[in-house]
Structure formats: structure tokens, C-alpha cells
């Protein structure tokens, strides 16, 4: 089919009209769905002519309408209700639809608005609550280790089978004051500070034990530690423990000038 | 319903105003349109062309049929349409004169032969084959007329 001439032979138009028998319309209707450009033709003819009679329009008077819903209203307004799910009414729907889409949005930007900044203040909220929860944790944990090692010093300081040598101060230190406690049997020595003054970073306080009137090695010790440090091991036999000034590591004998405190072991 | 009413009812009062220069009878008309709209809701087919090319089709077949019952003659149609078309600016009507001014001047812009086949058949309510009998014209220029005046108004009307 030449669809240009079909066109212009101005059937469109007078389809568009009403202008046609059943059988010309029903030829139209069929090519309307074979050939897109005839529907555009006749889409655009029919624009212009909604066009112009809006242009040419008269409004009818309000009592028309009035009258003419009552009418509607008074045929089966149930049934009518039901029907409403077709292509024009469908315009009513839609703009309620439409109206209701609009709304619903705008309430759920609100709530979600709103439930963003809850959500919001609530992770900040748990994050601290986490945080804390770590820094107890971390306290708890000191203290218990705290705990632990006051008990140990407890068991130690108790134990009847370590023995308590005090060390007092020499005239280089006078106000000095140190502790020693040793077991004979298991040979352990531990060392609690009670006043020893800080010392230069290249120097260590070392301990000795003097056996036979020997000293002994029993290791060095900064003078910044809390509660009990274990010492070398000293043999049984000892019968003074004595603190000396030396080189950071300590040397192989004594440095006897720097002797700070000193204490015998009591017998028994 | 009342959405279609309040877009279209102007529109199709005009066509139906023309065709039947009584007032109240136009009106009456209107109504039965709308009920038939209302009724055959279900019948109509999108693809068959647009809502509102079938509801005007209703209308004027509707209108038509009113002027071929007893109460009308045909000689109403050559009668005098002023009165009632006229009549727009008068109480209980509604009409944009801007527009209405706005339609006089399209008209204008159309060659001779184009316009009076605008005006019988949309504004004087005649069918193409009326025009084609009272006026002496063949029915294929007739055709041929509407068909480039309907062109000159999709320019004019700016249809995309």
C-alpha cells in the first residue's frame, strides 16, 4: 500500500471526524495498526482538531454538571465504582494515584529523614559505649594483673620460708632503705625498694650477697620498679646482702665506695 | 468522570452548541453525551485514536440525531447561531474571550476556500457531505480542502 497517497486522500481526517461508514472505518482501524506512520498522521491530525475545538470551546453552566453527576450518581453507583479500571477514568485514578504517591513519599522522606539521624546518633552512641566498654576492659585487666602480682608478693612476703633482710643506708645514702627476701632451701631472692634515689641513665643499683665473706653477683636493678623483682639465685650460706653503685650491666665485683645500703641476714 | 467533564465538557458543548442552536436542548445534549461516555467507558479503544476524538464522535452523532428528530427541522441549521454562540459573554457562561479572539484570528490565517470548510463543518456543525451537497463542491475537494486546512492548523497550533 502507498501509504503518502493514503494519506493524503484525507481519510484520516475524516475518520478523525466521524465521517466514515462502519466498513471505511473498519478498513482504517486495520491499517492503523499495520502502519506507524499512518498512526502518527492521524495522532497529529487529531491533536490539532482537540486543539481547535478547545479553542472554540463553550462552557455549559454549572447546573449542568450538577445535574448531569446526580444523574450518575443515581445509576448504580456500586457497579459503576466497579468499573472504573479502564482507559478514561483511568485519568481520575491516576491523579488520585498520583496525589496519593506524592504524599506517601513525602512521609516516608520524613521517616527516613528522621530514622537516618537515629540511626545516626545511635552508632555514635554505641561506638563511645564500645570505646568504654574497651577502656574498662583494659583497667579491668591492669587491675587484675595488679591483683595477681600483689598476691604473689603476698605469698612471698608471708611465705615464713623466705627471710627478711633489711638493708639500711650507708653514709653515702643515709636515708636510705631496701629489702631483701630469700629462701635458703629454694635459693630465690626477691628485692622490694622502699627510698632508693633515682640514678644517672649509665649507672644500675647491683645486688650482692656475701658469702664466706665473698660478694656474689645477684644481679642489677634500676631503682623505678613497684612491689617485688626477682633476683638471681643465691646459694644458701649468705650472711649479707649489699647494694652497690655501678655501670649499667653491672661489673664482677663490687665497687665498695658506692655502697649504698647493706643488711645482715639474721640467723635462725 | 468529573475530571473528562471539567477538561472536555466546553469543547464538546461548543461542537454540540452548533449543531443545535437551542441553549437548553445543547445542554440536554451535553448530558446525554456524558451519560453515553459514562456507559460505553469499557468500549473504548486506545488505539483506535484518542479519548477525546470518540467522545467527540458521541457528540456530534448524538447532536445530529437530535436535529434529525421531530422537533427539529433541518432549516434550524441555516438559522440564525449568533443568539445562542454569542451569547458566551452572558451570565451562567464561562468562556475565555481570549481564546475565543485567539480562534477568530486562526481562522484568518487560512486561504478563503480552506476556512469555510473550518467553519461550516467545526463552527456551523456541518458534515463533509453537506457541505459537499448545499455548496455544489465534490466531495474530494471537500476532502482535499479539510485535509490541508487541518495541516495549516497543525502548524498553526504548533502539533508536534
Redesign the interface.
Same mark, same amino acid.
Given at each position: 500500500m502507498n501509504v503518502e497517497a493514503y494519506i493524503s486522500s484525507g481519510v484520516l481526517e475524516a475518520y478523525a471526524l466521524g465521517e466514515l461508514s462502519d466498513q471505511e472505518r473498519a478498513e482504517v482501524e486495520k491499517n492503523l495498526k499495520q502502519y506507524p506512520e499512518i498512526r502518527k498522521e492521524l495522532a497529529q491530525i487529531e491533536e490539532a482538531q482537540e486543539k481547535f475545538l478547545m479553542n472554540a470551546a463553550i462552557q455549559p453552566r454549572a447546573a449542568v454538571k450538577a445535574n448531569l453527576f446526580a444523574k450518575i450518581e443515581g445509576q448504580k453507583p456500586a457497579t459503576r465504582v466497579v468499573k472504573l479500571p479502564t482507559e478514561s477514568t483511568g485519568i481520575a485514578f491516576w491523579k488520585f494515584a498520583a496525589a496519593a504517591s506524592v504524599t506517601i513519599a513525602l512521609i516516608s522522606s520524613y521517616l527516613a529523614y528522621d530514622y537516618w539521624n537515629k540511626w545516626k546518633k545511635t552508632e555514635n552512641n554505641l561506638s563511645e559505649l564500645i570505646a568504654q566498654n574497651q577502656r574498662l576492659a583494659e583497667d579491668y585487666n591492669k587491675v587484675n594483673q595488679r591483683l595477681d602480682q600483689i598476691g604473689n608478693y603476698l605469698s612471698i612476703t608471708d611465705n615464713p620460708a623466705f627471710k627478711r633482710v633489711v638493708m639500711t643506708g650507708t653514709p653515702n645514702a643515709p636515708g636510705a632503705l631496701a629489702s631483701v627476701y630469700w629462701n635458703e632451701s629454694t635459693k630465690e631472692v626477691y628485692l622490694s625498694i622502699q627510698d632508693m634515689k633515682q640514678l644517672a641513665q649509665e649507672n644500675q643499683y647491683q645486688l650482692w650477697a656475701i658469702i664466706n665473706g665473698k660478694p656474689v653477683d645477684a644481679g642489677v636493678f634500676d631503682s623505678n620498679f613497684a612491689g617485688l623483682l626477682k633476683m638471681k639465685d643465691i646459694e644458701a650460706g649468705a650472711s649479707t646482702f649489699a647494694v652497690t653503685i655501678e655501670p649499667r650491666g653491672g661489673k664482677e665485683s663490687p665497687t665498695l665506695e658506692t655502697m649504698q645500703v647493706a643488711g645482715n641476714v639474721v640467723k635462725g | 468522570?468529573?475530571? *473528562?467533564?471539567d477538561h472536555y465538557?466546553?469543547?464538546l458543548? !461548543?461542537?454540540i452548541?452548533?449543531i443545535i442552536k437551542k441553549e437548553e436542548v445543547a445542554?440536554e445534549v451535553?448530558?446525554d453525551v456524558?451519560?453515553k461516555?459514562?456507559d460505553r $467507558?469499557?468500549s473504548?479503544d486506545?488505539?483506535? !485514536?484518542? *479519548?477525546?476524538?470518540w467522545m467527540?464522535?458521541i457528540a456530534?452523532?448524538q447532536a445530529i440525531d437530535k436535529t434529525r428528530s421531530k422537533e427539529f427541522s433541518k432549516d434550524k441549521k441555516t438559522g440564525d447561531i449568533d443568539n445562542f454562540?454569542n451569547r $458566551?459573554d452572558n451570565e !451562567?457562561?464561562?468562556?475565555q474571550k481570549v481564546?475565543?479572539i !485567539?480562534?477568530q484570528e486562526?481562522l484568518k490565517v487560512l486561504p478563503e476556500d480552506q476556512r469555510f470548510i473550518?467553519d461550516h463543518?467545526? *463552527?456551523k456543525g456541518y458534515?463533509?457531505?453537506e457541505i459537499s451537497e448545499e455548496f455544489n463542491l465534490p466531495l474530494g475537494t471537500v476532502?482535499?480542502r479539510?485535509?490541508l486546512a487541518?495541516k495549516e492548523?497543525?502548524n498553526l *497550533?504548533k502539533?508536534?
Open positions: - | 468522570m468529573e475530571y *473528562l467533564y465538557a466546553g469543547a458543548l !461548543g461542537v452548541a452548533r445542554e451535553l448530558q456524558f451519560l461516555v459514562w $467507558i469499557e473504548y486506545a488505539s483506535k !485514536g484518542k *479519548l477525546f476524538t467527540l464522535n456530534r452523532n454562540v $458566551i !451562567g457562561y464561562v468562556e481564546e475565543a !485567539g480562534l486562526l473550518i463543518h467545526y *463552527l458534515t463533509q457531505a476532502k482535499t479539510m485535509r487541518m492548523l497543525r *497550533l502539533v508536534e
